[in-house]
């Protein structure tokens, strides 16, 4: 190798290393937030809506085990065992009750689940989209069965 390609070489080496060595000691010595010019999905924040009540009490939420459920637009199955999913229950889940309700001016479905433990229901409300990807959920609430 020619001693000027030699030089280059080590100079170049040299230079990355002065500046690792110079970025690792700012960032050690000021470790603070830079914002950066794009957005990554871990700084976006969402205001998350108001908890909302669901707008049945508990005897009414209890009458739904002694009718059919009305699904509404979770009629179908498949529809429905993937909102099931993204709630977090296994898409075999025996819904044992469901209503369509509206909610702070939004439709939703209530969906009747058994809860642990035992003799609990669980009431979910979830929009009328709901799915594996996006659930909705308006509301829920647990009533003991007496």
Excluded: K, Q
């Excluded at 969402?46 to 979770?74: H, K, M, N, W």
């Excluded at 296994?90 to 209503?99: E, I, W």
Aim: charged share 15%; hydrophobic share 45%.
């Amino acid at each position: 190798m020619p001693p000027l390609r030699r030089i280059a070489a080590w100079a170049g080496g040299a230079a990355a290393l002065i500046a690792i060595g110079v970025g690792t000691a700012a960032l050690i010595r000021f470790p603070g937030d830079t914002p950066s010019g794009h957005r990554s999905l871990d700084a976006i924040t969402v205001a998350s809506a108001p908890t909302a009540v669901l707008p049945l009490s508990d005897p009414e939420i209890l009458e739904l085990l002694d009718r059919r459920p009305d699904y509404g637009p979770l009629t179908d199955p498949a529809r429905r065992a993937g909102c099931l999913a993204g709630l977090g229950y296994p898409a075999s889940t025996h819904v044992l009750g469901a209503r369509e309700v509206t909610i702070n001016g939004h439709p939703g479905v209530v969906l009747l689940l058994p809860g642990t433990p035992e003799g609990t229901i669980i009431a979910l409300a979830v929009a009328p989209h709901c799915s594996s990807a996006d659930t909705g959920l308006l509301a829920d609430t647990t009533v003991r069965r007496p």
